[in-house]
């Protein structure tokens, strides 16, 4: 898409008017999330008729919810996955490529207080550089106490020898699956949220389509299909069950992240403890202005579309944060605290209650019926996971075996990537701005310029922002644009909260639909952190 062209718009009633019963898809793919909009992408990329339905809104479930790093995985090379990492790595240097205004790269520092450690981890990260190859971020390096210090200046200095200081990649991950999403509709593919897939169909015993139903209206919707991809997470033997598949294939684990500001971590330097306490990874991460602390793997055996954080996770979290940072965070300084289920691939006849062993890799299966389900992996890797998929669906005849010959996405740049266009200067200084890329012309053509200001001025909002989610990114309630379209709810739900009238306002006069606003209210009560 030209950078000066509009975008695509996104109007409901538009998409909804080119749902068509008649039409004989080519692809109909059951999920919006990093999966599933990757899927759509691909395929529209290759000359599909793809249709992608999603019961909430985009990236609503763990695609919104990850620690927003894009890496091949420090901690897969310690347990000697190096398929993994590698084709991690690959395809780091590839969405850092394709979506520069969501993707950049990110130093980190692992602090040694142990005369080993700083040899240990700093071998280890040199072979994660080997492996990145041509393809590396920038080299890993030892430092001195001071430069620790100096990178992490409230990291706890007593006891401190130095540290190793290696590159990963950081992403905006709700934004790069609108990105997604709108890049595939400039494609020609058709994607509607709200929009749940209640029924599987099938004709002579194969799977041939869906019926649906719109979550806003209740109007039901027949969707006819050569191929349909389950791609729902950890919802996916849900749709696995009707097609007569009993065994689960998803193990859930839930992993818990705590904001804070940034005070508690000044600077854009990540830090990485490879080995906390009970042996798994903690990271503090500077994101748009705050910081990330976590995260926890925890097994679940319920599917909340908004899971809860346990307080054993949410003290072992600040408790560890408490043993690496000189000033350490407390309750009162919580500003939001979110939960993402990840949707682990669980061996036959486990228990599933050890989800640190179970597989971060996707796994793609077809039923007898013809029902592809896609599952497992990462963020990192969804390009992949799409190529894989397509393969898949050709491989078992369910599309034509050219369409899986070549790539199509591996340079193929997402929307707002073609060049930065000038801003306010207010919002050009604001974190996450950055993210609209060549669109930010856009949004300044866009009738409202107000910002909005905290009172601390560390958040800018615009009402320009908000009526571009809903014209062009496919947002209808207040949620959609506050804690995917903007992140404020992920960064500050208090405020968020406030902001969530004036956002309902706006929202209605461009859609005339119900924005929920009461709904996001308790919402976003939920991520702030509960009083013991």
Same mark, same amino acid.
């Given at each position: 898409?030209?950078?000066?062209?509009?975008?695509?718009l996104t109007?409901?009633?538009?998409l909804?008017?080119?749902?068509? =019963?008649?039409?004989?898809?080519?692809?109909?793919?059951?999920?919006?999330g990093?999966?599933?909009?990757g899927?759509a992408l691909d395929? +529209?990329?290759?000359?599909?008729?793809?249709?992608?339905?999603?019961?909430?809104?985009?990236?609503?479930?763990?695609?919104?919810?990850?620690?927003?790093l894009?890496?091949?995985?420090?901690?897969?090379?310690?347990q000697?996955?190096? @398929?993994?990492?590698?084709?991690?790595?690959?395809?780091r240097?590839?969405?850092?490529?394709?979506?520069?205004?969501?993707a950049?790269p990110?130093?980190?520092?692992?602090?040694?207080?142990?005369?080993w450690?700083?040899?240990?981890?700093?071998?280890?990260?040199?072979?994660?550089? +080997?492996?990145?190859?041509?393809?590396?971020? @920038?080299?890993?390096?030892?430092?001195?106490?001071?430069?620790?210090?100096?990178?992490?200046?409230?990291?706890?200095?007593?006891?401190?020898r130095?540290?190793?200081?290696?590159?990963?990649g950081?992403?905006?991950?709700a934004?790069?699956?609108?990105?997604? +999403?709108?890049?595939?509709?400039?494609?020609?593919?058709?994607?509607?949220?709200?929009?749940?897939?209640?029924?599987?169909?099938?004709?002579?015993?194969?799977?041939s389509?869906?019926?649906c139903?719109?979550?806003?209206?209740?109007?039901?919707?027949?969707?006819?299909?050569? $191929?349909?991809?389950n791609?729902?997470?950890?919802?996916?033997?849900?749709?696995?069950?009707?097609?007569?598949?009993?065994?689960?294939?998803?193990?859930?684990?839930?992993?818990?992240?705590?904001?804070v500001?940034?005070?508690?971590?000044?600077?854009?330097?990540?830090?990485?403890? =490879?080995?906390?306490?009970?042996?798994?990874?903690?990271f503090?991460?500077?994101?748009?202005?705050?910081?990330?602390?976590g995260?926890?793997?925890?097994?679940?055996?319920?599917?909340?579309?908004?899971?809860?954080?346990?307080?054993?996770?949410i003290?072992f979290?600040?408790?560890?944060?408490?043993?690496?940072?000189r000033?350490?965070?407390r309750? $009162?300084?919580?500003?939001?605290?979110?939960?993402?289920?990840?949707?682990?691939?669980?061996?036959?006849?486990?228990d599933?209650?050890?989800?640190?062993?179970?597989?971060?890799?996707?796994?793609?299966?077809?039923?007898?019926?013809?029902?592809?389900?896609?599952?497992?992996?990462?963020?990192?890797?969804?390009?992949?996971m799409?190529?894989?998929?397509l393969?898949? $669906?050709?491989?078992?005849?369910?599309?034509?075996?050219?369409?899986a010959?070549?790539?199509?996405?591996?340079?193929l740049a997402?929307? @707002?990537?073609?060049?930065?266009?000038?801003a =306010?200067?207010a919002? $050009?200084?604001?974190e996450?701005?950055?993210?609209?890329?060549?669109?930010?012309?856009?949004?300044?053509a866009?009738?409202?310029?107000?910002v909005?200001?905290s009172?601390?001025?560390?958040?800018?909002?615009?009402?320009?922002?908000?009526?571009?989610?809903?014209?062009?990114?496919?947002?209808?309630?207040?949620?959609?644009? /506050?804690?995917?379209?903007?992140?404020l709810?992920?960064?500050?739900?208090?405020?968020a909260a406030?902001?969530a =009238?004036?956002?309902a306002?706006? /929202?209605?006069?461009?859609?005339g639909?119900?924005?929920?606003?009461?709904?996001?209210?308790?919402?976003?009560?939920?991520?702030?952190?509960?009083?013991?």
């Open positions: 898409m030209p950078s000066k062209a509009l975008p695509l109007r409901r009633e538009d909804l008017a080119r749902l068509d =019963p008649h039409a004989v898809y080519d692809l109909a793919i059951v999920g919006g990093a999966t599933g909009l899927v395929a +529209a990329a290759r000359g599909l008729k793809v249709v992608l339905v999603e019961a909430n809104d985009f990236a609503k479930g763990t695609s919104s919810r990850s620690t927003k894009v890496h091949g995985g420090v901690r897969y090379l310690a000697g996955n190096i @398929g993994l990492v590698r084709e991690a790595l690959h395809e240097s590839t969405l850092l490529r394709n979506a520069p205004h969501i950049q990110l130093p980190f520092v692992v602090p040694a207080y142990k005369w450690e700083t040899a240990f981890y700093g071998i280890g990260l040199k072979m994660y550089d +080997a492996l990145a190859g041509a393809s590396g971020l @920038g080299s890993t390096h030892f430092l001195s106490r001071q430069a620790t210090l100096a990178c992490l200046p409230n990291v706890q200095p007593d006891h401190l130095g540290g190793v200081q290696y590159w990963d950081q992403f905006n991950d934004k790069l699956a609108l990105a997604l +999403a709108r890049s595939a509709a400039a494609q020609g593919a058709l994607l509607i949220n709200y929009m749940k897939a209640t029924k599987l169909q099938y004709t002579e015993g194969r799977v389509g869906l019926q139903e719109d979550v806003l209206s209740g109007q039901s919707h027949a969707l006819q299909a050569r $191929c349909v991809v791609a729902t997470g950890v919802w996916v033997d849900a749709l696995r069950e009707q097609d007569g598949t009993l065994e689960p294939l998803v193990a859930p684990s839930q992993g818990v992240h705590i904001v500001d940034a005070q508690f971590l000044p600077g854009h330097t990540a830090l990485m403890i =490879p080995k906390t306490a009970d042996g798994r990874v903690l503090a991460v500077p994101w748009l202005g705050k910081v990330i602390l995260t926890t793997d925890t097994p679940r055996n319920d599917l909340a579309t908004e899971p809860l954080a346990f307080e054993e996770e003290d979290i600040l408790s560890e944060a408490s043993r690496y940072l000033m350490a965070p309750r $009162c300084d919580v500003k939001s605290i979110w939960v993402g289920l990840r949707p682990l691939v669980k061996p036959p006849k486990d599933g209650e050890n989800t640190k062993g179970l597989s971060r890799e996707h796994t793609v299966l077809v039923s007898r019926s013809g029902l592809v389900t896609v599952t497992g992996g990462k963020w990192t890797t969804y390009r992949a799409a190529e894989d998929v393969r898949k $669906c050709a491989d078992s005849g369910l599309l034509a075996a050219s369409v010959k070549t790539a199509h996405t591996d340079k997402l929307v @707002g990537a073609e060049s930065t266009a000038l =306010p200067k919002l $050009c200084e604001a996450g701005w950055h993210s609209y890329g060549s669109e930010q012309a856009f949004v300044q866009l009738p409202g310029h107000d909005w200001l009172d601390d001025k560390d958040e800018v909002f615009c009402e320009a922002m908000v009526r571009f989610a809903a014209r062009y990114e496919y947002a209808v309630h207040v949620e959609d644009v /506050l804690a995917r379209r903007s992140r709810l992920f960064l500050d739900a208090r405020l406030q902001w =009238p004036r956002v306002q706006i /929202l209605q006069e461009e859609t639909l119900d924005p929920a606003l009461e709904s996001f209210i308790q919402l976003a009560g939920q991520y702030l952190l509960p009083k013991v």
